[in-house]
């Protein structure tokens, strides 16, 4: 499957949704080579990736995630792409702290640091949260406690296959994107940060797609793949099944604006601080 669907990227041929969960499946699988799983991505890349190949990309991930099961019907995630190469502190991290203490269920997921100096696993870490702790475990603690942190190579081991080739490509991909579409726990709420302004309606849409019920992906017009607090932000929100755009700012919420240098961070240690 994936030759065939190589073969279609390089005449900028889109793929069906049911292909995109295909190809994914068969890379988790391990029938896929490093240079075809290589090849497929930059196939992606070049040509543009569909709301179809995205959804039925995702979809595969989560159909081979280990997943848990939260009572509570509404679950909310904060996990953005990374990759805006800004230096911030962990915001979205941060953030779903603040959310969970207002009473809203958080199944945060995350990783370690890919392309940015300090991933929300790095911090957490740091904080001393056992990021590792079993996936029963991490179950009892969002029901319990209302918070959990979703640390992604525990429950997404079948996208091993796709670790080498992504270090070695070093670049932007569809994997970029995939990790924030997958949360285990079956969010059904999300504030997507994303690293680019054109990806802002296109994951929304993803979203909505897949059926979350209430989304919000965010681009800062500083750069920022978050709310951003030194300028406005591109909002594209999916509910009831429809997609809108629009912009928000600081003033909107009776904040003052801030310099960017104001939410710097640093490594995982100094942003834990």
């Known amino acids: 499957m994936i030759k065939d669907a190589i ?12 292909e995109a969960e295909e190809v994914l499946f068969e890379i988790m699988d391990g029938a896929a080579t490093p240079v075809q799983i290589a090849g497929y991505l930059m ?16 979809r595969a991930m989560r159909a081979r995630a280990t ?5 509570d019907p509404l679950v909310m995630d904060t996990c953005g792409t990374g990759g805006d190469q800004s230096g911030t502190f962990n915001i979205s991290t941060t953030a779903a702290f603040v959310v969970a203490g207002s009473g809203v269920t958080v199944a945060k997921h995350g ?11 790095d ?16 179950e009892e603690c969002v ?13 997404h081991g079948a996208m091993k296959h796709c670790a080498a080739p992504r270090q070695e490509l070093g670049i932007r991909t569809l994997l970029n994107i995939l ?9 059904t709420m999300q504030v997507l940060g994303v690293y680019d302004h054109g990806l802002t309606e296109l994951m929304a849409k993803v979203l ?4 979350t019920q209430h989304c919000f992906s965010v681009h800062g017009m500083d750069g920022l793949d978050e709310v951003t607090l030194t300028d406005r932000t591109w909002v594209s929100e999916g509910k009831a099944g429809v997609v809108s755009s629009y912009f928000i700012e600081p003033k909107n919420f009776d904040l003052e604006r801030v310099r960017l240098k104001d939410l710097g961070g640093g490594t995982a240690d100094e942003n834990a601080r």
């Open 179 to 187: 990790g924030p579409l997958s949360n285990p726990a079956g969010a």
């Open 208 to 211: 909505v797609h897949l059926g």
């Open 43 to 58: 196939g992606l890349r070049i040509k543009g990736e569909t709301v179809e190949e995205i959804a039925g990309s995702a």
């Open 123 to 138: 911090v957490l870490a740091a904080l001393g949260v056992k990021i590792d702790l079993a996936v029963d475990r991490v």
């Open 111 to 121: 990783n370690r640091s890919v392309s940015s100096r300090c991933g929300s696993a």
């Open 67 to 71: 997943r848990i099961r939260v009572a």
């Open 7 to 18: 073969a279609k990227l390089a005449e900028r041929i889109d793929l069906s949704e049911k």
């Open 143 to 155: 029901n319990e406690v209302g918070i959990g942190f979703l640390f992604a190579p525990l429950f």
